[in-house]
T-cell receptor, first 112, second 115 residues
Framework: AQSVTQLGSHVSVSEGALVLLRCNYSSSVPPYLFWYVQYPNQGLQLLLKYTSAATLVKGINGFEAEFKKSETSFHLTKPSAHMSDAAEYFCAVNTGGFKTIFGAGTRLFVKA | DVKVTQSSRYLVKRTGEKVFLECVQDMDHENMFWYRQDPGLGLRLIYFSYDVKMKEKGDIPEGYSVSREKKERFSLILESASTNQTSMYLC??????????????FGAGTRLSVL
């Protein structure tokens, strides 16, 4: 069975600081991995995806994530936080079927 | 751009009412999904549909039903609303499977309050 664990329900960073949101997954087969972002009062939108090509994946708005099979991790990073990055971020795993498993979400706060 | 439109942003209903949540997508996607989102629990799949008139239960189908009479429209029905169904409901669609692991496109959500 698949599962996703996001470490930290809330993360707070200063503007200009590194953003690191942690995600660990469990899957018995090679997974597809995703990060979605949800801005206030909006639905989720895809930030980036890993589909077994390059292990370092670049997404929109300067975010990137690295797939580490040995650590079963897919952490999301951005070198320099911007106020507009304040949102909730969801890590998700899919193994090719209809069901995608979402993590509980991490809310990112950015301080001026 | 893919557009997934949910008919209501906010709904307030009474316990016992029958509630319809409507979702329409404009990208000819085969698959459509209904999730509920609760703080600390992420998204939980209620039902999904992979074709017109086809539906499958997700992880929390109890108290819900769905209808898909046309490819672009997927409705979620609460037969008799209860207070524990107060939540944010998200609709999503995705193209045929085996493309990119089922990337989903989401509507803006319907926040339902059952009093």
């Amino acid at each position: 069975a698949q599962s996703v664990t996001q470490l930290g329900s809330h993360v707070s960073v200063s503007e200009g600081a590194l953003v690191l949101l942690r995600c660990n997954y469990s899957s018995s087969v090679p997974p597809y991995l995703f990060w979605y972002v949800q801005y206030p009062n909006q639905g989720l939108q895809l930030l980036l995806k890993y589909t077994s090509a390059a292990t370092l994946v670049k997404g929109i708005n300067g975010f990137e994530a690295e797939f580490k099979k040995s650590e079963t991790s897919f952490h999301l990073t951005k070198p320099s936080a911007h106020m507009s990055d304040a949102a909730e971020y969801f890590c998700a795993v899919n193994t090719g079927g209809f069901k995608t498993i979402f993590g509980a979400g991490t809310r990112l706060f950015v301080k001026a | 751009d893919v557009k997934v439109t949910q008919s209501s942003r906010y709904l307030v209903k009474r316990t016992g009412e029958k509630v319809f949540l409507e979702c329409v997508q404009d990208m000819d996607h085969e698959n459509m999904f209904w999730y509920r989102q609760d703080p600390g629990l992420g998204l939980r799949l209620i039902y999904f549909s992979y074709d017109v008139k086809m539906k499958e239960k997700g992880d929390i189908p109890e108290g819900y039903s769905v209808s898909r009479e046309k490819k672009e429209r997927f409705s979620l029905i609460l037969e008799s609303a209860s207070t524990n169904q107060t939540s944010m409901y998200l609709c999503a669609s995705s193209p045929m499977l085996y493309r990119d692991g089922n990337i989903q496109y989401f509507g803006a959500g319907t926040r339902l309050s059952v009093l």
